[in-house]
T-cell receptor, first 117, second 111 residues
Framework: DAGVIQSPRHEVTEMGQEVTLRCKPI?????LFWYRQTMMRGLELLIY????????DSGMPEDRFSAKMPNASFSTLKIQPSEPRDSAVYFC???????????????FGSGTRLTVV | DAKTTQPPSMDCAEGRAANLPCNHS???????VYWYRQIHSQGPQYIIH???NNETNEMASLIITEDRKSSTLILPHATLRDTAVYYC????????????FGTGTSLTVIP
């Protein structure tokens, strides 16, 4: 199992440009999460999906951010237009819920370090 | 989900046991205690979780007090590779499965 795969690992872009981050969850996992990590705010949950359907996007900072999950094996997080304050590490995680008391396989990817200049 | 309180940082000598405390005084009966750690620039990694009883696995032990208002993660023989930020998270089962991370404890293992 290759784990949760994120691409790219690093992204440097100019302010105003569109940025697309990609995530491939672990096969069989029915939950997918997008987190953002900065020094100031720590790890923030942005949005999560269950069976490809967005369940809670209350953590998405503003309309410039959007996320999609067109199928069970792929998700994107898009920022348009990007701003310097969007610079952060973006993590994707996937899991499946196996019921109380069971480890629920919450696995993170290696993250995408985004720098907006 | 219940909030947790952890010390911001701790040191531990290599080879000694690292005991990381967590307070969760508002925990409910159906909330589990989870521990994750994040090694620099990597994604958080699951360590252990429990409800009432103490738990042990190949990575660590989790001691939960009888009233469940606090817990301690124990790394029995800390190594330099255990230097990381450790997050204590309390989460209800059946609530969408999401985790909310606090600020955690930055553990430094000293040679």
């Amino acid at each position: 199992d290759a784990g949760v795969i994120q691409s790219p690992r690093h992204e440097v872009t100019e302010m105003g440009q569109e940025v697309t981050l990609r995530c491939k969850p672990i096969s069989g996992h029915d939950y997918l999460f997008w987190y953002r990590q900065t020094m100031m705010r720590g790890l923030e949950l942005l949005i999560y999906f269950n069976n490809n359907v967005p369940i809670d996007d209350s953590g998405m900072p503003e309309d410039r951010f959007s996320a999609k999950m067109p199928n069970a094996s792929f998700s994107t997080l898009k920022i348009q237009p990007s701003e310097p304050r969007d610079s952060a590490v973006y993590f994707c995680a996937s899991s499946t819920f196996r019921g109380q008391g069971n480890r629920d396989g919450y696995t993170f990817g290696s993250g995408t370090r985004l720098t907006v200049v | 989900d219940a909030k947790t309180t952890q010390p911001p940082s701790m040191d531990c000598a290599e080879g000694r046991a690292a005991n990381l405390p967590c307070n969760h005084s508002t925990i409910s009966g159906n909330e589990y205690v989870y521990w994750y750690r994040q090694i620099h620039s990597q994604g958080p990694q699951y360590i252990i979780h429990g409800l009432k009883n103490n738990e042990t696995n190949e990575m660590a032990s989790l001691i939960i007090t009888e009233d469940r208002k606090s817990s301690t993660l124990i790394l029995p023989h800390a190594t330099l590779r255990d230097t990381a930020v450790y997050y204590c998270i309390v989460r209800r089962i059946g609530t969408g499965n999401q985790f909310y991370f606090g600020t955690g404890t930055s553990l430094t293992v000293i040679p």
